[in-house]
């Protein structure tokens, strides 16, 4: 299989992904609205956002790297992003989630050891890094190509 078509595979099983979880995400917020379904359920779901945002941007990475333009200055600013998005989604998920959850109840955790979410905040803050690293290679890159 060739990369070209490997890349619209992964771009379309990544939308799929992600239009499932749109799904799982609305019909619980339906369910809070009729009452079915208690807020704080709703708070803890709060990292979902960042999570969708992550796999959002690494979809439009798949399609531009499908189409011949990884390589192009959207890598590195997608890639920081991408990172920002995880690192954000597992500080929801340990402190910001369980807190209002705790708001909206009386009571619960100030925040929840959840190692999954924390390891995810971590790779996030590894891809800010290396996104850096990436951003600033391009650059060099550039300034060589000029000279050359």
């Known amino acids: 299989m060739d990369f070209e078509r490997q890349a619209r595979f992964l771009a379309w099983a990544v939308t799929f992904v992600l239009a499932l979880l749109l799904f799982a995400l609305t019909v619980e917020l339906f369910a809070m609205l009729r009452g079915r379904m208690?807020?704080?359920?709703?708070?803890?779901?709060?990292?979902?956002?960042?999570?969708?945002?992550?796999?959002?941007?690494?979809?439009?990475?798949?399609?531009?790297?499908?189409?011949?333009?990884?390589?192009?200055?959207?890598?590195?600013?997608?890639?920081?992003?991408t990172g920002i998005a995880l690192f954000l989604g597992g500080?929801?998920?340990?402190?910001?989630?369980?807190?209002?959850?705790r708001v909206i109840r009386g009571h619960g955790p100030v925040a929840y050891y959840d190692v999954a979410a924390i390891t995810v905040g971590v790779i996030g803050l590894a891809l800010v890094v290396v996104?850096?690293?990436?951003?600033?290679?391009?650059?060099?890159?550039?300034?060589?190509?000029?000279i050359v």
């Open 38 to 81: 208690d807020p704080h359920y709703l708070a803890l779901r709060l990292p979902v956002i960042f999570y969708l945002w992550a796999i959002w941007l690494v979809r439009r990475l798949i399609v531009e790297i499908g189409r011949g333009r990884g390589h192009s200055r959207m890598l590195a600013p997608t890639l920081q992003q």
């Open 131 to 146: 996104a850096y690293l990436l951003g600033q290679a391009s650059e060099m890159r550039e300034e060589l190509d000029e």
């Open 91 to 101: 500080i929801a998920a340990v402190f910001v989630a369980p807190w209002i959850a």
